[in-house]
């Protein structure tokens, strides 16, 4: 019985719902918008923060004028896992509300893949003393597919 009760909340934890984030600018399928085109620039407040390397940049009033920008020239851990949650809030001190003004490089998936600044600096050079390991994704995704596994990357810093 105690088995029992203890696996039930171990299973509501690993199957709780996925949360989608809220930059809608891109559809998950169909055509990208005119302005996204490679080399393009574009820029904006940075509406949200999903990750340690992926952030909505607002071109508009609304989520539906949020782009979904993963950083092309560097690689933070997932959210899901040790090291997420400090990459994200790194990114967060970085970059939440600050100007963006981005290069379009790629699509991948319902995002671009971009290079960005925030007061004339890259946001690459604002995660490294944070933790973030410099590798453009350009050589890691093709076509929306991964080409290599990741590394492992050094512990996340959270500036005060």
């Known amino acids: 019985m105690r088995f029992l009760l203890i696996s039930i909340p171990a299973l509501l934890i690993q199957f709780r719902p996925a949360f989608a984030d809220p930059c809608e600018a891109i559809p998950e399928h169909g055509p990208m918008p005119s302005y996204l085109g490679v080399g393009d620039t574009f820029s904006g407040a940075v509406a949200y ?6 952030l909505c940049v ?7 004028n949020w782009v979904e920008v993963r950083l092309a020239d560097f690689n933070a851990p997932e959210s899901s896992e040790p090291r ?8 967060a001190r970085i970059a939440m509300g600050r100007t963006a003004l981005c290069t379009a490089s790629f699509r991948s998936y319902d995002r671009i893949a971009a290079t960005c600044l925030i007061g004339g600096h890259s946001i690459d050079r604002l995660q490294r003393p944070h933790g973030a390991r410099y590798q ?18 050094p512990p996340f810093k959270v500036a005060k």
Do not use: T
């Not at 997420?84 to 990114?91: E, V």
């Open 84 to 91: 997420g949650p400090a990459a994200k809030a790194a990114l």
């Open 49 to 54: 923060v999903i990750d340690g390397d992926s």
């Open 136 to 153: 453009r994704i350009d050589l890691l995704f093709r076509n929306d597919r991964k080409l290599s596994a990741n590394r492992e990357a």
């Open 58 to 64: 607002a071109v508009g009033a609304g989520p539906q």
